[in-house]
C-alpha cells in the first residue's frame, strides 16, 4: 500500500492553490464557500455550480448505508471520470479530481499541464491502472503536500487515523447527480433530470436527506462549490 498523505482541509483558497500548481485557469473557475444549504445561502454562491465537493464526518451510521448500498454494483454512468482510492488521506485531491474532470471547468484545463496529462491518460485505462497512475504522480503528490501545510487550522500527520471525508457531486451530461466518491464501487446516481443550471440545489437536497438526516447531531459538515471566478 502507498503512504498516506496528510490531509486536505475544506478550505476554496487551497483548492484554487491546488488547481494553479497543477494547471486549471482560476480567473475562469476556482472555489466557493457554501456557508449553508437553506434557499438565501444558495443564492450567494456564484452560479452556475459545475461541481460541489462535500466534505463529511465518518460515523457508523454513515458506514453502515456505505456498506448496505456498496452490497450492490453501482449503475453505469456513461462519460464519467473516476478514481478508485488507494492513498489514505488523499480524498481531497481525488474529490478535486473528480470536480475539474467532471465539468466544464475541464475545458479551463491548460493544455500540456500536469493536470491535462493525468487526466487526459486516466480517461483511457481501467479504474485499477487510474489509482496507480495518482500513486506514481510526483507533480500531484507535491501539490497536495504543498496545500496541506497551508491550512488555517493545524495539519493532522498523515498517519492519524482522521474520520473525515470529501466527496464530489458533479451533473452528468444527461442530466444526473452523481455521487464521486473513491472508497466506493464507481459513481453514483442521486437524482435524475437536473437542469443544466441546477447541479448546487440538487446536491443541496441530497447532502441534506442523505448524510445530514442520517447523523443530525453531527455539525462537522463543510461544502465548497466549484464555480465560475468572481
Known amino acids: 500500500m502507498p503512504s498516506p498523505w496528510v490531509p486536505l482541509e475544506a478550505n476554496p483558497a487551497l483548492f484554487a ?3 494553479t500548481k497543477l494547471g486549471l485557469d482560476t480567473s475562469q473557475y476556482t472555489f466557493h464557500d457554501v456557508f449553508g444549504l437553506d434557499d438565501e445561502l444558495l443564492a450567494m454562491v456564484p452560479q452556475p455550480a459545475e461541481a460541489v465537493l462535500l466534505l463529511y464526518p465518518i460515523t457508523s451510521r454513515s458506514e453502515a448505508q456505505r456498506e448496505q448500498e456498496d452490497m450492490n454494483p453501482p449503475m453505469p454512468v456513461a462519460h464519467m471520470l473516476w478514481f478508485p482510492q ?3 488521506n488523499a480524498c481531497g485531491t481525488i474529490g478535486l479530481l473528480h470536480a475539474i474532470a467532471n465539468s466544464r471547468a475541464w ?4 493544455a500540456d499541464t500536469p493536470l491535462a496529462k493525468l ?22 503528490s507535491t501539490a497536495h503536500a504543498a496545500v496541506a501545510e497551508q491550512g488555517q487550522t493545524e495539519a493532522p500527520d498523515a498517519q492519524d487515523d482522521v474520520n473525515l471525508h470529501f466527496v464530489a457531486l458533479v451533473r452528468s451530461p444527461t442530466g444526473q447527480l452523481v455521487e464521486l466518491d473513491g472508497r ?6 442521486r437524482a435524475n433530470d437536473v437542469p443544466a443550471d ?3 440545489p440538487a446536491a443541496a ?7 445530514m438526516a442520517q447523523d443530525p447531531e453531527q455539525v462537522q459538515f463543510s461544502i465548497v462549490a466549484l464555480g465560475p471566478s468572481m
Open 119 to 140: 487526466l487526459t491518460r486516466a480517461r483511457h485505462v481501467a479504474p485499477e491502472e487510474r489509482s496507480r497512475l495518482l500513486e506514481a504522480s510526483q507533480e500531484l
Open 184 to 189: 466506493r464501487r464507481g459513481p453514483l446516481i
Open 86 to 88: 488507494t492513498i489514505g
Open 107 to 110: 475545458d479551463a484545463v491548460g
Open 198 to 200: 441546477g447541479l448546487l
Open 17 to 19: 492553490a491546488w488547481c
Open 205 to 211: 437536497h441530497f447532502i441534506r436527506a442523505h448524510y
